[in-house]
């Protein structure tokens, strides 16, 4: 069995801590990772080759960014440091966020006035958030607006920028910090209702784009901390591989009609219940012919066709008001993940295991027998993929005794199961470790390749240069050592292995997401 639980999950939470931190606040992380819970005294005498004021420093920016705890419970007047390592992973998917929020990952199949098309400005916002933990509205307005400026010449428009921060208060995108209710105390103690929303600052535009042109924001009235809502972005990512999922089931319609949907709950539901609250047809209705007018006229098809359908994306469970539906996340979870589940095996076992596990998951309780007269495959190449299945941990065996009597003829039958939970867990440390292998790789790859890369990047800047600089009678190979076809080759090699790599790592996300949703749920 592959144990992630352990020293992988540290040795990978400490390499997104290198790629997102600089070194301190990785060797900092690391430490943490090693025991779980320290004091500062305890991280700054067994971390070598940091003084304690850089220790300080990890430890304050860990804490800013949410991924490190602190109290006093083990003992009274001394802080304890825990560090969460579910908050690091959670780390690799602020990308995949910043791509909802702009609209980028599903386009078209969104409503024009949906939460997730607010356009470059809000996805400006919302990065910078992610960069830097927390930050106040007007820092979050000055270092969205000097982003913007580095990527495009136009002069930024800060009424917009303030405009589309309001959007993301106003969608709980973004959430204010926990205030401290305890001034006096060395130790810190935040309110429960902290969070509540408080509305951003009443500034003038006018005082806001002067403060930002002079790169200078301190002497605006403005002390509410805030900080990306992770719970919201989770749903959002959440909804949009529901949408997807309804996408390769059905057809596109009945994606924007499940997108409208999970919109209209999401406004008045917790996010991350098992089940919505009922939805009137006339809700539903409403809600689509404001989103998509056209649809309306075939939306009584489609509820149909989603109610039956296998994954059924929204339950019909009552006929008042024309029906009643209500959305079953974790009924649909279930059986994406089921799916998930089925295409790992596809790939590292082939169709007839698929074939094999699919069968008897849905029959709970298989004999061997059976198997061979129903997945129509020949019996020694079933015992062959049955084995495998077993070894791997995706099935399990089980010995039924005929009799309970110990003198008479040991007589027994053996029957196959799935024990979908522990499939799950066992996937996950699976995606975890691929992870892990990924990101080693990929350093790899890019350290061998190192000198190449650099002096691509010359080769360039100084191209550039010559542009702006040569005159008519002047070759750019007197002005630039261009790169020989060797090179060339070597760093198309090295560009085809990282998009790969990054290929990989993306969909061994995605697959993450999905167990941890449905482990989230079978919790619940």
């Not at 949410?66 to 969460?84: E, M």
């Not at 129903?374 to 791997?392: A, S, W």
């Amino acid at each position: 069995n592959i144990k992630m639980s352990g020293d992988h999950t540290s040795k990978l939470c400490a390499l997104i801590l290198g790629e997102y931190f600089d070194e301190t606040v990785s060797k900092v992380g690391s430490n943490l990772l090693q025991f779980g819970i320290k004091s500062l005294g305890q991280i700054a005498s067994s971390t070598s080759g940091l003084s304690l004021k850089e220790v300080k420093r990890g430890v304050a920016l860990l804490v800013k960014h949410n991924l490190v705890t602190f109290s006093d419970h083990r003992k009274a007047g001394v802080v304890d440091y825990q560090i969460k390592k579910d908050r690091i992973l959670n780390l690799q998917y602020f990308p995949f966020y910043i791509n909802l929020v702009s609209g980028q990952q599903e386009g078209k199949d969104l409503p024009p006035n949906s939460a997730s098309v607010f356009g470059p400005e809000t996805s400006a916002l919302l990065q910078v958030l992610f960069e830097d933990g927390s930050l106040t509205a007007s820092q979050t307005i000055l270092k969205a607006s000097s982003c913007l400026t580095e990527d495009s010449e136009d002069p930024v428009n800060i009424q917009k920028l303030w405009s589309s921060l309001g959007t993301l208060v106003s969608q709980k995108i973004i959430e204010s910090c926990p205030a401290n209710t305890d001034q006096d105390s060395d130790i810190p103690k935040f309110s429960e209702d902290g969070k509540k929303m408080p509305g951003l600052p009443h500034l003038k535009i006018s005082d806001l784009e002067s403060a930002v042109s002079q790169g200078n924001v301190d002497n605006l009235k403005d002390t509410v901390y805030w900080t990306a809502n992770n719970a919201v972005c989770s749903r959002m990512y959440r909804d949009s591989l529901i949408v997807h999922s309804a996408v390769r089931r059905i057809d596109d319609t009945a994606g924007r009609i499940v997108r409208s949907i999970l919109d209209a709950v999401a406004e008045v539901n917790d996010p991350w219940s098992p089940t919505s609250s009922h939805l009137s047809l006339a809700t539903i209705t409403s809600r689509v012919k404001k989103d998509w007018d056209s649809m309306v006229s075939h939306l009584d098809q489609y509820l149909t066709i989603l109610t039956s359908d296998r994954t059924r994306f929204v339950d019909k469970v009552g006929d008042a008001g024309g029906g009643q539906y209500q959305v079953n996340y974790k009924h649909i979870f279930t059986e994406i993940t089921a799916s998930t589940l089925e295409k790992i095996i596809l790939e590292r076992f082939g169709s007839k295991s698929m074939r094999i596990f699919r069968f008897i998951r849905e029959k709970k309780y298989v004999e061997e027998n059976q198997l061979q007269q129903v997945v129509m495959i020949p019996g020694k190449e079933v015992k062959l993929l049955t084995y495998q299945l077993l070894e791997n941990n995706f099935i399990c065996l089980q010995e039924l005794r005929k009799t309970v009597n110990n003198n008479a003829p040991s007589k027994a039958i053996y029957v196959f199961y799935v024990n979908f939970d522990q499939v799950v867990r066992y996937c996950q440390n699976l995606c975890l470790q691929s992870l892990y292998n990924l990101k080693v790789r990929t350093k790899q790859e890019y350290t061998a390749c190192e000198r190449l890369v650099k002096r691509r990047q010359d080769v360039e800047k100084k191209t550039k240069e010559y542009e702006q600089q040569a005159t008519e009678d002047q070759d750019i190979d007197d002005f630039v050592a261009p790169l020989i076809p060797a090179e060339v080759e070597a760093l198309e090699a090295l560009d085809h292995k990282l998009d790969q790599c990054n290929l990989a790592h993306m969909a061994t996300l995605n697959t993450l997401f999905i167990l941890q949703t449905y482990l989230k749920y079978k919790v619940s």
